[in-house]
DNA sequence: CGGCTAGTTGACCAGCTTCAAGTATTGTGG
DNA sequence: CCACAATACTTGAAGCTGGTCAACTAGCCG
């Protein structure tokens, strides 16, 4: 049972089991947080960097008048940082949004971690290329993606990197946002969220109940967001042999 | 005359003489790109970063129906990607504003230099800090602020950004983006950037002739925008003595 | 069962886009 | 250095996307 760090890790290099094992023995001791919680504030000092074992967390920023942004969602497996330097100070929120384990991770031994070993460096900084290229197309959402457009393609993209971690499949998967966390996470307010899920659903494209999101037209949904993966340069990674 | 590369890094952490030698030394050959030229396309394999020298230039996506989003200015001083990878295809585009000169530098001589010296991998690890919090602060532009509080967070970021590299004082900075792509990297039309600066220019916030951006009210411009530079991380370098 | 939260729907409104026309500015060849 | 073309900017009118407000319905949990 390889955790879910290790698991995406392995889509962006060749990951022996003995550097699955050092990965794994970094993200200890493990904390929890309860649902709606926060385990970073703005403006606090993180002193570790924040590595989501499971269950959902996000990155968001609120701002004076109430106004709120989730910047990005965190999944099983995602490093809530880049990976080699922390900021003294928090310049943004980091909430779970379901209970959720995680590990806290001292930067100088993520890097020493690298540094000492070429496969795992390699994955990292895939992963960093991944984070990157995710915060580029919501910037393209954002900007120029009309609300069922970005809808879907922020379904196609979960679904697929809830796939990597074997948290997702071709039918669909658990999405435990509720339609005001949508709206935050998405730009739009929950009201406009509710009529283009709906939209979708009268479409035939998705099905949405408890929890439970089902992909009814793969095809149809992709057409719709422009859905190119691309950008998860998933053929990064060298062949895996020997 | 310290280039902008290392007058930038400089902000992030203590870099000596010889540290500054070493950095300028990665940045050459030097190339050249004309204006509106790309200097890389999507699909591209890039086999090298590109580091801004001078010039404006810009990240870039373009949707199959003419649809454009910039997104994200480099300026002189920029490094374009993560240090320490490189795509083998690029997932975007990069292009020319202004006539530029570029270097282009291998991920493996970066790496091998933040390596082999402490100081310039903490300053390197600081641009990516800021590369991704800017990033973030986009994502909240485009999602939660109105057309005039985002122009308005633009240019105080632009402007500090310059002043990171001596291309702005307190006063303004030259601008030379035309309308259209001020437009393209606010997830706005022309027409409405234009009715938004005729707002600015209206309530004396700024001015803008001849690509000469002139900030007539600071103060006023900050507060519209709630623009708070902590996310520049700017408290992150340790005193510089000795 | 009752109270709370989440989801749904309608009516109306605001911000931004679109289309179109006109004005200013810039660049270029003679 | 001017004339003229091309590009950039400005403005108005109308329309669309998404926001706001408000009420109602459906789940969920003690």
């Keep these: ?12 290099a060749c990951l022996t089991e003995e550097d699955a094992l050092l990965l794994d023995q970094l993200a200890r001791p493990v904390h929890v947080a309860q649902a709606h919680h926060d385990i970073l504030m703005e403006g606090d000092p993180p002193h570790t960097l924040t590595l989501i074992l499971e269950g959902w967390a996000c990155r968001y920023k609120q701002l004076d008048d109430g106004r709120r942004q989730i910047i990005a969602l965190f999944l099983p497996g995602d490093l809530c940082e880049p990976y080699g330097i922390l900021p003294h100070f928090m310049d943004h929120s980091l909430g779970a949004i379901t209970a ?25 900084w895939w992963d960093m290329l991944l984070q990157s290229a995710m915060q580029h197309e919501q910037t393209v959402s954002f900007g120029r993606r009309l609300a069922a457009e970005r809808l879907a393609h922020f ?49 035939g494209l998705i099905e ?35």
Tied chains: 1, 2.
């Design 155 to 203: 379904i196609c993209e979960l679904r697929l990197r809830l796939a990597l971690v074997g948290l997702a499949d071709e039918t669909g998967f658990e999405l435990p946002l509720i339609q005001s966390q949508l709206a935050d996470a998405m730009g739009l307010t929950a009201v406009h969220i509710n009529r283009t899920l709906m939209e979708l659903r009268a479409a």
């Design 100 to 124: 959720i384990r995680y590990a806290r991770i001292r930067p100088d031994e993520m890097r020493a971690l690298a540094r000492a070993n070429a496969r795992i460096e390699e994955a990292l």
């Design 208 to 242: 949405l109940q408890r929890k439970q999101l089902t992909i009814r037209d793969p095809e149809a949904l992709r057409n719709l967001a422009v859905f190119d993966p691309v950008y998860f340069h998933l053929d990064q990674r060298k062949d895996c042999n020997g």
């Design 1 to 12: 049972m390889t955790s879910p760090f290790v698991q995406k890790l392995r889509h962006g």
